[in-house]
């Protein structure tokens, strides 16, 4: 296949562009490099089967030949970023997966729309399941992303039923792995460089609330997967195994050595990047292992222990 990643030279994009490559397809990643780094493909180039082009998806996009997929990831995940940046999140949500869309129905291509476990907002079903529909804060400050991703999730499925787009929406849960920002601002980073400069670890409020991490290997297995099934509407992918932050803080320590402990900080002092934050985030990953026979097999310490060696060559370089 001849497969369109934008967002290709992000975290996950870059990933799923190695793994695509290895299984044999050709890849052209599309990134503006605003929050992606081309560090993360630069190994790549020079390859017959792998282009890169610097654009922003949110104007038309043009490329030549055919193609048989569009993998849309471009996207403003981290609080750091659609906070800072809040009108672009809207845009690339929407007239990002408009353009994105757009360029499918015209070469005949599969497309796959990166959507997000935000999409269920502070979620009052647990562990959430696709079926559930969300409790959001539109009007929140991290409404910007929430909705950009359920607008896309609309736009995908109108495409479908209206133009027949063949379309895939991967809902997704707590991601990290190697090539992650170190100022990305969501835990696994944060922790990890604090935990490497013998800091302690900042904890907002009492710990008490849940996430699930899932490792890159797992969720880029699922991705393809889903991209070559025939599912058209949304699935989770994710870890279900869940974990207290004060539990996965305990554990990043443990696995780095830091004897600094945790500092936390009194819900009262929150800032708007917690404003929202869910109290539990768990995948219901039964349609998956239905639809897709996946499941992740990295275990929370092996993935972690990877992490860590990556981001240790990056805080404390020799």
């Known amino acids: 296949m001849r497969i369109l990643i934008t ?8 990933h799923l562009c190695d793994r695509l490559l290895a ?3 050709t890849v052209i990643a599309m990134d503006n490099l605003s929050t992606g780094n081309i560090d993360n493909i630069v190994h790549l180039v020079g390859r017959g089967d792998f282009s890169f082009i610097k654009h922003d998806v949110t104007n038309y996009i043009y490329v030549p030949g055919q193609l048989d997929a569009v993998v849309h990831l471009a996207s403003l995940p981290s609080p750091v970023d659609y906070l800072e940046k809040p009108i672009q999140t809207l845009k690339v949500g929407a007239l990002g997966t408009h353009k994105t869309l757009g360029l499918a129905k ?6 796959l729309l990166a959507s997000t476990s935000e999409v269920y907002g502070d979620p009052q079903v647990h562990p959430q ?4 529909w969300g409790h959001v804060n539109p009007v929140g400050p991290r409404g910007v992303y929430d909705e950009s991703k359920r607008f896309a999730e609309a736009m995908a499925m109108a495409y479908h039923r209206y133009h027949g787009v063949e379309t895939r929406i991967v809902r997704i849960f707590n991601t990290y792995g190697p090539r992650m920002r170190l100022d990305d601002g969501r835990v696994v980073p944060n922790f990890i460089k604090q935990a490497l400069l013998g800091q302690p670890l900042t904890v907002y409020g009492d710990g008490s609330q849940t996430r699930s991490f899932c490792y890159v290997s797992d969720l880029v297995r699922g991705i ?3 991209l070559l099934s025939d599912e ?26 830091n004897t600094a402990g945790m ?22 990953i039964s349609k998956a292992r239905a639809v897709l026979d996946w499941e992740p097999r990295v275990t929370l310490r092996e993935g972690l222990t990877k992490s860590i060696a990556h981001f240790r060559e990056r805080v404390c370089p020799r």
Request: glycine share 12%; charged share 30%; with cysteine.
């Open 106 to 111: 015209a070469k005949g291509a599969r497309f």
């Open 263 to 284: 500092t936390m900080i009194d819900s009262k002092t929150l800032d708007d990047r917690v404003t929202d934050d869910p109290k539990v985030r768990c995948p219901d």
């Open 129 to 132: 399941p696709e079926s559930y």
């Open 23 to 25: 299984e044999g397809h």
């Open 232 to 257: 058209a509407e949304p699935v989770n992918l994710g870890n279900p195994e869940e974990y207290s932050i004060r539990k996965f803080a305990e554990i990043v320590n443990e696995l780095t050595g």
């Open 7 to 14: 967002g290709g030279a992000g975290f996950l994009g870059s």
């Open 224 to 226: 393809i997967r889903l």
